[in-house]
């Protein structure tokens, strides 16, 4: 064991791979997807974003249609999360985008022969509310709740 292998182990198998010649190509290359710009794979910075917004704009409808709930218990906690899925839900599933994705620029598509339906955007709401499947990604980017239904987010603008 020399210095080497210690480096390796520390920056990480995709790393060490990549030292032995083995190209993963960029987010999306399999898909056919460009490497940058429109049509390319949305990056994290923006998924992250959108969320924010989505989550932002489910807490103040929450508060509007709700007021005698109190911010930060579980019952408004609870509201607010319904109110983000029929939100996520129901624009994605008519749009390809909910709130927070139109403004940062991301719509989703589908990857499989299948287009787009009600039921693969219910499933992948369903797990992105679960938040976990969401957190975990592969080299193009896909949470497992992409994964699951056979979408990839890309950049609309």
């Known amino acids: 064991m020399d210095r080497r292998d210690i480096g390796s182990w520390l920056s990480g198998p995709k790393a060490a791979l990549e030292e032995q010649g083995m190209d993963f190509g960029y987010p999306g ?3 056919g997807l460009p490497k940058q710009g429109v049509g390319s794979v949305a990056r994290m910075g923006r998924r992250i974003v959108a969320l924010i917004l989505d989550w932002t704009a489910a807490n103040l409808v929450t508060h509007l249609a709700f007021p005698d709930l109190v911010y930060g218990s579980g019952e408004f906690g609870a509201a607010a ?3 983000f899925a029929a939100e996520v ?9 909910s709130f927070g994705y139109r403004l940062a620029g991301i719509k989703l598509i ?4 299948m287009r787009l339906t ?15 499947p969401a957190l975990i990604w592969d080299r193009d980017g896909r949470g497992l709740h992409d994964k699951a239904v056979g979408t990839i987010t890309m950049r609309a603008r």
Do not use: D, M, N
């Open 29 to 31: 290359q399999r898909f």
């Open 81 to 83: 999360l319904g109110v």
């Open 89 to 97: 839900l129901l624009l994605t599933a008519t749009t390809g985008a």
């Open 110 to 113: 589908s990857i499989s022969p």
């Open 118 to 132: 009600f039921l693969k955007v219910l499933v992948r709401t369903a797990l992105l509310c679960l938040v976990v």
